[in-house]
């Protein structure tokens, strides 16, 4: 596992308010951009990315920076990319707070499951899969054909590891650039995550193939 950077080891060996003080102050200044773009992308404007980088932050000093000390990437993900993670899933549960679940009774499982979908989807269109989308004209057995595309694919994005779906995600989901993302994650280079991508999108392709699903150009 990688190890958790200078600045952050410091803010968690902290014994006392005011070297805590200053080292959370120092935390904000090095991670505030990871924050603001995870929180920016989810959309609704400046008025509410400011409100979740507010909650974002609040949730990671929560009892001594709890959250922060839980630190344990699947895989060899660095701590930017766990903490772009960890950030989105507090922007998501202060969208829960702010809104209420008054739609929908969905378990947590259930609401992984549709943004899995959603992603599924837009990862179909972008390997030139036709049409994953519902089409309430489609007969039933295209219907049942793009259910099955649809399972496989969604099969192979559930075995990535979390730092890939990530930039997927912020990729497809959340339209950032591949420069935005690779500024977002601490990636020494925009290369390093167009190479990354194009690694991605060939081993779901090769799922794919494996399971008997050819793109549209072939």
Known sequence: MPALPGDVQALLATTDQATQDRAWAAFVRAYSDVVL?????LGGGHDATMD????????????????????????PASFHTW????????????CRRR????????????????????LADLVGDELGL???????????????????QRAVLDGALAQLDVG???ILRLRFEDGLSVPEIA???????????YRQLDK?????????????IHDAST
């Open 83 to 94: 903490l772009a993670v960890v950030v989105r899933r507090l922007c998501l549960d202060e």
């Open 99 to 118: 809104y209420g679940r008054t739609q929908s009774t969905a378990p947590e499982a259930e609401v992984e499951r549709v943004t899995r979908r959603q």
């Open 200 to 212: 991605i999108l060939a081993a779901v392709r090769r799922i794919l193939e494996g399971a008997g």
């Open 52 to 75: 979740r980088y507010a909650f974002v932050l609040d949730a990671l000093r929560l009892d001594q920076c709890k959250r922060l000390r839980a630190y344990a990437p699947e895989g």
């Open 130 to 148: 036709d049409g994953l989308e519902d089409d309430g004209d489609a007969v039933p057995d295209v219907e049942l054909e793009r259910a099955e």
């Open 183 to 193: 500024r977002l994650i601490g990636a020494d280079s925009p290369f390093r995550i």
């Open 37 to 41: 773009r995870v929180a920016r992308a």
């Open 164 to 166: 890939d779906r990530l």
